[in-house]
């Protein structure tokens, strides 16, 4: 569904992707990890068209998102942080989001109304809690039955139930067909929301594979001491070949 495709890039000297390759496909949740300043942000902004790579290409469904912006309508994209005009309300966002997309003719309300999202539409943004600001991002994200979506630390700032409401509707959205692609630092979430692990390291892709494969090679049995001995492999190994990257 989502190619990358020997993708490079560069910001002054520093080398922030290496000739990255990855395979996306529908009906997998995908888990992306790596340390900070690894490249996930910036592979994640090239996705989306944000950055643009010195090299390489990204097709989705097999069409090259060069010079092409329709491709976005099949992506739902949460922010780790989401910015709004602090002055509208969150019904005039939603209207405005709406009116954006006029051939939608039927919306995901789901979100919205666990959330009781609905009930606070004369809120304004900037009266919002951190946490109630994170719903309003995963209402959007969902909001147009996207196909792929990209969720950038989902459950952060969430409370308990809220986060539970929000992996029932992940979990909803795999079985469904849905690609989804995940960035936490909550390897609990991963694990439970997610069946294939990405892991990169200074630019470049050191695993790639479903979890299952992740805990056979590493002899472990549960998600985070795997996690913990790829992370303790990639420091012996930074001078060396990536160790796998099977998609």
């Known amino acids: 569904m989502i190619s990358v495709k020997n993708i490079s890039k560069k910001f002054g000297k520093l080398q922030v ?3 990255f390759n990855l395979e996306f496909e529908l009906g997998n949740s995908y888990a992306l990890m790596g340390p900070n300043g690894s490249g996930k942000t910036t592979l994640i902004k090239t996705i989306l068209g944000m950055v643009i790579p010195d090299s390489g290409d990204i097709t989705v469904g097999s ?11 099949r992506i739902g994209y949460m922010p780790q942080i989401g910015h709004y005009p602090t002055h509208m309300k969150i019904g005039q966002l939603f209207s405005m989001m709406e009116d954006m997309r006029p051939e939608i003719k039927e919306y995901d309300l789901e979100l ?4 009781e999202l609905d009930q606070m539409k004369d809120k304004s943004m900037g009266t919002l809690s951190g946490g109630t600001r994170q719903k309003v991002s995963a209402a959007l994200a969902f909001l147009f039955n996207p196909e ?3 969720l950038d630390e989902p459950t952060a700032g969430l409370d308990p139930i809220a986060v539970e409401v929000l992996k029932a509707k992940i979990k909803k959205e795999r079985e469904e067909g849905k690609l989804i692609l995940i960035t936490s630092h909550i390897l609990s ?3 439970e929301l997610t069946n294939r692990a990405i892991y990169i390291y ?3 892709v050191f695993f790639s594979d479903t979890i299952e494969e992740l805990k056979e090679i590493t002899g472990e049995s549960k998600f ?3 996690i913990a001995k790829l992370m303790q492999w990639t420091l012996k190994k930074k001078s060396s070949k990536p160790l796998l990257s099977h998609v």
């Not at 069409?63 to 309508?73: E, H, L, P």
């Not at 919205?112 to 959330?115: H, R, T």
């Open 17 to 19: 992707l290496k000739e």
């Open 63 to 73: 069409q090259s998102i060069k010079g092409d912006v329709n491709y976005r309508k």
């Open 112 to 115: 919205v109304e666990a959330f």
């Open 148 to 150: 792929i979506l990209i």
């Open 189 to 191: 979430d991963l694990e």
């Open 202 to 204: 200074e630019g470049e």
């Open 224 to 226: 985070s001491p795997a």
